[in-house]
Each structure stands twice: as C-alpha cells, then as structure tokens.
C-alpha cells in the first residue's frame, strides 16, 4: 500500500518544476511591490512614525505562521482519509517554510519592539502565539527526524500536526485571554486602532506575496522530497508492480 | 470493563513500585516549589504574586517528568502488543492509562499543593481554588501527556522530543489555572477561569485518549 | 479453522524481510518456521497476529465455517507468545498472570489453574524480578492455559527451558493439534512431532 507506483508522484514533480519559476518569479515581483509600496508609499503611522513601516513585514509573516500550519493540518488529514503520499509530502514540505515563518515574524517583532518600547520582547498576544507555534513547528520537526522508518514518521506526523491544530485555536484563545487579563503590564498595539486602506493594500500585497512565496518554496520541497524518496525505493529495490 | 480497570490497576501498582514513579512526582513537585523562592528571593510579596504561576509550572514539569513510563516500558517488553491484541478498545486502553497516570502524579501533587502553599506565601483565600484548578487541569497534563509519550515511544532522545511536544499543548491549561488562582488571590471571580480549563481539560483528555490509542498502533516492531 | 498465507511480502522499517512466501496450515497441523536470524521469522509471526502490516499477498484466517475473520474476532482466535515476555519486575508472579488474563479478556478463575499446571504456584506470592529465565518462559507460556484458542502462535518457546519443561510443552503442543487446533512457531528445536516446515532466508 505505501510504496507501491510511483506515477503520480512523479506526474506532480514534473508539474511543480514547471510551475516554480513562475510561481517564484511572482512572489519575488510581489515581495518587491509590497514592500515598496509599504516602506515608501504608505503613509507614517500616526502614532508610530516611519519605524512601524516593519510592521508590513512581521504583519503577513505572523498570519503565514499560523496559515502554514492550517495548511499542514489540512494536509495531514488528507493524508489520513485518503492515504496519497503527496499529502505527507507537503505536511513535511511546509513544516519549515512554516517554521521560518514564525522566526521572521518573531525577529521582526523584535525590531519593531526596540525602537518603539525600548524592549528588545514584548508579551503581546501576538508574539506570544508566534513564539508558542514556533515551538510547535519545531517539535514536528524533530518529530519527522527523530523516527527513522519514514511511513512511521509520517504517520506519527499526522497525528502531532492534527492534535496540534485542534490545539491552537485555544492556545491562541488562552493567551489573548491571558493578555486581555493583564494589560496593565503591557499595552502593545501592533494594529493601530483603525487601518486604513493605505495601510490595508501594501499588508495584502506583502500577504499574497508571502502566500505566493510559500507556494515556490512550497513546491521545490516537495520535489526534492518525492526525489528522495524515489531514490530510496530504488536502492531498496521496492518498485513493485502496483496489484 | 474488567480489562479497563485491571489495567489501571497494575499501571497504579507501577507507579507506586517502580522507581520514577509517584515518589518522583512528588518530590520534584516539591523540589521546585522549594527552589523558587531561593532563586526569587525571600520577599514574601514577591512570593505571593509569583506563587500561582511557580505552583502550575511545578505541575507541569512535576508531570512531564513521569511520562515516559506511560507507554515506553509497554512497547519494550511486548505489553503493548498484548493490548492491541485485546478485545478492549485501544483508545480505553489508552484512558485508562491516562487515569492511572493521573491517580500517580497529578492527584498526588493536587493534594501536596495545598500543604506546600505558605512555603510560597499564597493566601489561605486561594488555597481551595488551588486545589481545584489542579484537580481540574492535571488530567488534561497526563492526557497530553499521554499522547506526546506515544508518538515518541521508541525514538532516540525522546525524553527530549516528549518536552518539545508536550509543553507548548499544555500552554492553555497553564494560563486558565494560574489565572484562576492569581484571581481568586486579588478577589477576583476565578469562575471563568475555571470552567475554560474545566471545559479544555475534558477536550483534552478525549482528543488525547484517541490520539494516544493511534500512536500506539504506530508501534510495529 | 484454517490459515492460508498467499505470496506475502513484508517491510520492517526499510527492508524488505521476506517475499513471496506461501503457506497453509489446517486443523490438527503445525507449521514450523526455519530460517538464520534475520530472516524474518518473527515478523511473519507478527504479520499473522495482525502486529505488522503486509506489503503485498493476502493472509487468510478462516473459521469453522470457511468464512474469513475480521478484526475484533480474528484477535481473539489466536494466542501470541513473542520473545518478549510482557513481564514487570515490580509485579508479583500471579498479579502478572492476572492482569494477561484481563488483558485476554479470560477469566480470572483461570489463573491459578494454569500457575499450577506450569509448576509456578509456589511462586504466585514472589515478585517476578526474582525469576529465572525458565520461569519467566513458563509465566509467559501460561497464558497459553488461561483461555481455548485454536491458533498458537510461538516466537521461540522452548528458550531457557529445562528438559522437563520442554516436554511438557510438547505434549501440550500434541494436545493441542489433536483437538484440532494450529500452531505456527519460529524454533530451532524439534518439538512438534511431524510438522510441515517453512524455510524463510537461505538455508543454514
């Protein structure tokens, strides 16, 4: 069942070496335009000054965190109910697009902080959450890297990405509930009390840009996955005839 | 039913005769409680205002510190190939595992909380939300617990991968308890508090229950 | 009842353990495994028990009636007995019987009788880390006496067995099969009469 033909597989590998440069060369021409239209288009925070324009960068990159995350869920369940390798393949394949992710918006929250609040970290809900996901991400990691039968790894993989995703809509609820609870420490508005839509359209490019990205990088994993595990089906001399 | 009960005897047993098992808990339980104010200082104020947080940070650690035996033991000398082989369900197996876990280590540190409570100068008010708010969540630490320990059973330095996977799930139950008794310390209605954590702990130990059961199937040698 | 093996192949993390073998064992037979270390007699054993998943063929186990079991009754036709022996040192010698027993879903009123009938009674009161390895092998074994199932399947039985023991799991071996029960056993030792055998790697 596990091993057995490889077609489609392959059929997809071929697609995606076609469709990366592409996809690629978009979210790279987005990136640029998001972040051009965000760092010099867009008008100062009226609160923040010039030094929130990071915010268009840590914004998208703290909603990809959680979205990759969503998306290996997704995938880990597919992997579930219907069983096609691709779905294990891209559950691993986002894992550290994810977990890079988390870090770029954890450092650039950082960034943001220290100019600001004179703080180098902040317990603000958000970078809470993305703190907590990055661990998260971490442990599946190292879930994958610690088993070394490759179907085992994946299926425990399945279960941490599921058990976790149920998990993070409360973790994300505890914590906002948490800060709510102790504003007094803390008064961290990374939003501003009202976006408005010149604020909105460089932060939905930078997101689609990131999506876009997350897609390319996305695909070349999976590649490099689906070739790796072809090369060690063959060296173990598993090509069966499918039944 | 039998089996149910016959398992969460014997893993009881083994918990209290086998070493890292209830003792163990305990003491680290207690170890910790003792450690904090040596290294926050012996300022009581301080103590006090810390003591919700350093008592649910005791229970987890105190927790994540007995998991292996859950189910690590079982795969190694073949009981966990007898379970699967059971006529009872493996996810029962599992809840019956994550109960005697419990009855090991979290009952044993919600009944030595309280008597540990004026080491860290926690009002007399918020002793009973204490007690309840770790009856309530240790549970769901087990159960999670319980899940993490299946999915890194046989795996190198999974003492470690356990922690990396264990600690951030416990996250919530950390918050809701903490809160409650920092609540119920400054007069405030830890009510809420309590019932999330009431309310996640039962999702807890049913997601975890199941999620246990398909790791532990996972064990193919 | 019936077991039919049909072209099996197995996977133990990478490797392929075995392919291609067939077997069929029938009422009253015993089908005895041969084969170097490796060579995957225990994951055959564990395939059949239902432990490890198949790769390609087809594994039958069909009862009285010709009609294949599944699942829930397909556990309860057989008993496994592995090299592990599922034994805790901290538990005494009849708390481990009985918790197999629950285990098994067998009556607790079992249990005595079997300690008995494998020269473990005296023993019931001691923790079983106080053991020797025969007596461990026999703990194991009794659960074979704690419940009537057709199907044995033995990993190694007669390991750290005296002489008399091993005789006296040969005759309740031969009992066994005159009732019209199977067994298939990985062993380097002749116990079982005339079985039909099974060379799984290359031949010693």
């Known amino acids: 069942m596990p091993v057995l033909a490889y077609a489609n597989p392959e059929r997809f590998a071929r697609l995606a070496s076609s469709l990366t440069p592409w996809f690629l060369g978009s979210a790279i021409g987005l990136l640029l335009a998001g972040l051009f239209l965000g760092l010099f288009m867009a008008p100062p925070d009226y609160q923040q000054g010039d030094a929130a324009r990071i915010m268009y960068v840590h914004v998208p990159a703290a909603w990809m965190s959680m979205f990759v995350y969503g998306c290996m869920a997704l995938a880990s369940a597919a992997a579930f109910i219907w069983k096609h390798p691709l779905a294990d393949v891209a559950a691993k394949a986002s894992a550290p697009v994810g977990c890079i992710f988390t870090a770029l918006a954890l450092i650039t929250g950082m960034l943001w902080g220290k100019p600001m609040w004179g703080a180098w970290w902040v317990w603000d809900a958000r970078l809470t959450s993305v703190l907590i996901l990055f661990f998260m991400y971490l442990g599946y990691i190292v879930l994958w890297s610690a088993i070394e039968d490759p179907a085992r790894a994946a299926r425990a993989a399945r279960i941490l990405a599921l058990v976790g995703a149920i998990n993070i809509p409360i973790i994300k609820f505890s914590v906002d509930w948490w800060n709510t609870l102790h504003q007094g420490a803390t008064v961290f508005r990374t939003d501003g009390p009202s976006i408005t839509s010149s604020m909105l359209i460089p932060l939905l490019v930078m997101a689609v840009a990131y999506n876009v990205l997350y897609a390319a990088l996305l695909l070349i994993r999976m590649r490099a996955e689906i070739a790796e595990r072809r090369l060690r089906s063959i060296r173990l001399g598993l090509e069966f005839e499918p039944k | ?221 | 009842m019936q077991l039919i093996g049909e072209t099996l192949a197995a996977l133990r993390g990478e490797r392929i353990v075995f392919r291609n073998v067939s077997f069929e064992v029938a009422a009253g037979e015993a089908l005895v495994l041969h084969g170097p270390n490796g060579s995957g007699k225990t994951t055959l054993l564990r395939v059949i028990a239902g432990l490890l998943g198949i790769l390609t063929g087809r594994l039958r186990l069909l009862d009285d009636d010709g009609k294949t079991l599944t699942d829930d009754r397909r556990d309860q036709a057989f008993h496994f007995i592995s090299h592990q022996d599922a034994i805790r040192p901290q538990l005494r010698v009849q708390e481990t019987l009985r918790f197999h027993a629950a285990i098994l879903g067998a009556p607790v009123k079992n249990v005595d009788a079997a300690l008995e009938s494998w020269g473990l009674a005296s023993l019931a009161t001691h923790s079983a880390g106080f053991l020797s390895a025969g007596q461990r092998r026999r703990l194991s074994l009794a659960r074979l006496s704690l419940q009537k199932r057709k199907l044995w399947l033995l990993d190694e039985p007669t390991i750290a067995l005296d002489a008399q023991t091993r005789a006296q799991l040969s005759i309740m071996c031969m009992e066994h099969l005159s009732k019209g029960g199977l067994i298939v056993a990985a062993t380097h030792e002749p116990f079982l009469g005339d079985p039909k055998s099974l060379q799984l790697g290359p031949r010693a």
Do not use: Y
């Open chain 2, 1 to 221: 039913m039998r089996t149910f009960f016959a398992l969460i005897r014997r893993d009881v047993t083994l918990g209290i005769r086998a070493s890292g098992g209830a003792a163990l808990s305990a003491a680290f339980f207690a170890l910790i409680v003792v450690l904090a104010p040596l290294g926050l200082g012996p300022d009581m104020a301080t103590l006090k205002s810390a003591s919700p947080g350093l008592f649910w940070i005791a229970a987890l650690l105190a927790t994540l510190l007995g998991l292996e035996r859950i189910v690590q033991p079982d795969v190694e000398d073949g009981t966990l190939d007898l379970m699967r082989l059971s006529p009872l369900p493996l996810e029962f197996m599992a809840l019956a595992k994550i109960i005697a876990h419990w009855l090991t280590s979290g009952l044993i540190i919600t009944l030595l909380a309280p008597v540990l409570a004026p080491l860290l100068n926690l009002s007399l008010d918020a002793v009973p939300v204490l007690a309840l708010s770790l009856l309530v969540g240790t549970p769901a630490l087990s159960a999670i617990g319980a899940a993490a320990a299946a999915l890194g059973a046989s795996v190198q330095r999974g003492g470690m991968v356990l922690a990396l996977l264990a600690l951030p799930l416990n996250i919530p139950f950390l918050i809701f308890g903490s809160t409650a008794v920092a609540q119920a310390q400054t007069n405030t209605d830890p009510t809420q508090a309590l019932t999330l954590l009431g309310a996640c702990s039962l999702i807890a130990v049913v997601v975890g229950s199941i999620a246990a059961a398909t790791s532990m199937r996972l064990n193919d040698d």
